[in-house]
């Protein structure tokens, strides 16, 4: 507001001008007068001298008519200045307020981006609440449908039927009455070919089990040998193999026993009519029925016999 200050002091000086120039046009007019010997009526000097004449009176007042209208047209320009003065002021109030009301705009403006701000991040901290209550629903779901499992195997445990041990000792089950695997047994024995097969041999659905075991190792340990295993009879619960006669196709052959059972040591099964040999891992060792043992295959094939694969003969 520095500026005030000066058309403050602007002002004032006028006004001594003014004021200075009035008492010096005041003082001209009295000298004049004095010196034309000229006085205000009813004066002293009236009094002692007498009446002035007409024409002297006249000038007189002429001379304090035009100084009366210096005085008002001085006046009227001190007037015109402060309201020049007062005009500006007012425009820099208006000013002023303008630059109040274009901030109060900018304000309300900055007011409503944060109120939007604020919208935004509600609608965000709501979307993560939905997106918590969400995954808090999937784990309470799976919590409900791990207990379900958990429940159906405790049930399962408790449904699992308890089996007397079998002629093999522990592990294994004799054939059950329905011919059905027993729970928890899934290892077939064969008791004529002391073969065990799992569900993943091939023979698995066509072999007729006389003994059922928990496991492979239990099988192993009532002394079976895996279906594809060609050294089966050799496993025989540790026992020696028994010396047998020589068949009648020469050293490596055995001639069936009279039990109709496997020679121990003596896995490969021949047939005489079709001159075939059938080693465990034969599709058709089950099935058919031995007229004589070999050792191994290289023994079936040095008496005259063929593989059962026409692509390997």
Known sequence: MGWLWWLVLVLLLSWLVWWWLRRRRAADITNRSTARGLVSPGSPEASATGSA????????????????????????????AEADVV????EADAADVSAAARRADVGAGD???????????????????????????????????????????????????????????AGSVDPLS???MPVGHEIKGNADSMLYHAPE????????AEVWFADEATA?????????????????AGLAAPAY????????????LADGGEPVGFPVKGNADSMLYHAPESPWYARTKAEVWFRDEATATAAGFAHWDPAKR
Do not use: I, K, N
């Not at 006249?58 to 008519?65: G, R, S």
């Not at 006669?245 to 069936?256: A, I, M, Q, T, Y």
């Open 201 to 208: 041999s091939p023979w698995y659905a066509r072999t007729e």
């Open 53 to 80: 004449t007409g024409p002297q009176a006249a000038m007189t007042a002429a001379d304090l008519v035009a100084h009366e209208a210096h005085g008002a047209a001085d006046r009227a320009e001190l007037a015109a």
């Open 220 to 236: 192993q340990s009532a002394g079976f040998a895996r279906w594809d295993s060609r050294a089966a009879g050799a496993a025989t």
């Open 111 to 169: 007011a409503q981006l944060a109120a939007a701000e604020a919208d935004v991040a509600a609608d965000e901290a709501e979307a993560a609440a939905a997106e918590a209550d969400v995954v808090a629903d999937e784990a309470e779901a799976a919590a409900a449908e791990a207990d379900d499992r958990a429940d159906e195997a405790a049930a399962a445990a408790l449904a699992t039927p308890v089996y007397a041990v079998g002629r093999f000792g």
């Open 178 to 180: 329905d011919g059905s």
């Open 87 to 90: 005009a500006e002021e007012a």
């Open 245 to 256: 006669p020589e068949g009648r196709f020469g050293p490596g052959s055995v001639d069936p």
